[in-house]
């Protein structure tokens, strides 16, 4: 509706930056309608997601703008993918503070083009307005699987092998990079880790391969344990986790050597942005195959079973010596 006064109106701030990146799907009609038409190909539905940024919050004031927009937008992909989506299109809602330069929008245009390029996405529309407070953006993202088969939080079984995607924790050690909280880590590994935490690398392919094979998947936001005790609770089941077995990059590895009280951190961190699934032990074996052809890590890491009393945590970490680790609240809250 209405834009800060130190840069172009609304219509042409669409017209320069955004129109664009609308170009090669033709239901945004140029963004010079008052909505899109996204068709599904037949057989299909669409699965729908929205997540907003806010600045201060989830992102730092002084972050570059190309940054924001693809963590923004990979954020949502990432969602899609774990309910086994294929991304097609997305809109956005910016909200843009009166101290924003134009730059700043032409850098955040920039980033959102770079990754539309690379998960074959589309912007078809949004809002823009000016706000008081700190800039933030809200991305909505649609993704189609065959109808009926978008894969579910609630279908794990008992039995099945609980598996992760890629490498847990990086992030979570990331953000205590950031925060010279791990002075003695070497700069390669230091900006890994940092990277891992500004860029989520959504797992776009994988995801919807594993339409067939998983029971059970979630995107891997709160933290390894909280997401698979969200997985527990709908399923109504029970985890147990060997710690020894998730999946580490070499940088987290060098971490918990010199610090193993970090494992915590690693397990409940959160930002990881990969797939935790379950799915039966049968499956292993294609579930390799696609691990190789996509060059996915898929690790095993644990089970599902019922649970033995109501009262019980859902979600047991054995240490390396099969021993319950306690590990607080187990994820990330807001609130
Ligand atoms: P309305 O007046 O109905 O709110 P707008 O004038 O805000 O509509 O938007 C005009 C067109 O521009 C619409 O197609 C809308 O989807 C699109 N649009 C507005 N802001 C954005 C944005 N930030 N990104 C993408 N498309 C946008
Ligand atoms: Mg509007």
Redesign the pocket.
Known sequence: ?KVASNLPG??E??ARY??P??RGFPG??G??????VIAPAPGHELVAKTDAIVGGVHFLLDDPPDLIARKALRVNLSDLAAKGAVPRAY????MLPKTLTESWIAGFARGLAQDQDEYRVH??????DSTPGPVSIAIAAFGEVPTGRMLRRSRARAGDTVFVTGTIGDSALGIEVLRNALPDVGAVAATFLVERYRLPRPRVALGPRLVGLANAAIDISDGLVADLRHVCEVSELAAVVEASRVPLSAAACGVLAARPGYLAAVLTGGDDYEILFTAPPAAAEDLGRLSRTLDVPITPIGRMKTPSSATEDRVTVLDGNGRAMVLGRGGWAHF
Do not use: H, N, P, Q
């Not at 809109?91 to 910016?94: A, E, G, K, Q, T």
């Not at 912007?123 to 823009?128: H, K, P, R, S, V």
């Open positions: 509706m609304e219509f701030l669409i955004f129109a990146l609308a945004a009609y963004l010079l309608d008052d909505a899109a809109l956005l809602d910016i912007l078809i529309g949004g809002d823009t």
